[in-house]
């Protein structure tokens, strides 16, 4: 898989914008790269569960999902935090200069990524009647890949409503694959794909 998505898939759906491809001559605008990154990892993602199917005691005989928790909340909260630290190296890095951009960039990062995870800590909460660490991290991770393709043309107001945005629907998707019969255990799918 590693093989097939590094050699073939990745660098030419990645031509297609950074390469002056067809995407990039047709004025496809994605300032740090969400359609060609995540999009990708989305559907990367999605076949892998497609292939390997569900873990074993994920679902009931009757197709009813049971809950798997992770197994080291600390870790998977430390996680987040990287991935957001490094997450402004990524669309402020995008810029390729220190520049007002690339200053907007890492504004409008953080604030996205912090709209997404209280937007989606607060609808847990009146969904559920509790407010999860794995969920509120869920939650800033699709505000932060909200937020990619506009991090260098839009304000801290639009960074606020991508991230609402995004906090909501990626919650709403999560829900509805986990009714399925697909068992995406990190929410890949519904966080880098929608």
Not at 1 to 28: H, N, R, S
Not at 47 to 54: H, N
Not at 97 to 102: G, L, M, R
Request: aromatic share 10%; charged share 10%.
């Amino acid at each position: 898989f590693c093989v097939v998505m590094t050699a073939f898939i990745y660098p030419v759906q990645g031509y297609w914008k950074w390469g002056g491809g067809f995407l990039d001559e047709a004025g496809f605008s994605d300032f740090a790269g969400s359609g060609v990154v995540h999009l990708c990892g989305a559907a990367a993602a999605l076949a892998g569960v497609l292939v390997l199917g569900a873990r074993r005691g994920k679902y009931e005989p009757d197709g009813r999902p049971n809950a798997m928790p992770g197994c080291n909340l600390p870790l998977a909260t430390l996680g987040t935090f990287i991935l957001w630290l490094g997450w402004f190296g990524f669309n402020a890095g995008s810029e390729l200069a220190a520049d007002a951009v690339a200053v907007n960039a890492f504004i409008v990062t953080n604030t996205a990524a912090a709209a997404s995870a209280l937007t989606w800590g607060v609808v847990s909460h009146f969904r559920s009647g509790k407010m999860s660490a794995v969920g509120v991290a869920t939650g800033a991770v699709a505000g932060l890949v909200a937020i990619t393709p506009a991090s260098g043309y839009v304000g801290v107001m639009g960074a606020l409503a991508i991230g609402a945005v995004a906090g909501l629907l990626c919650f709403v998707a999560v829900e509805i694959i986990n009714r399925t019969s697909l068992d995406d255990a990190l929410d890949v799918f519904a966080v880098h794909g929608i």
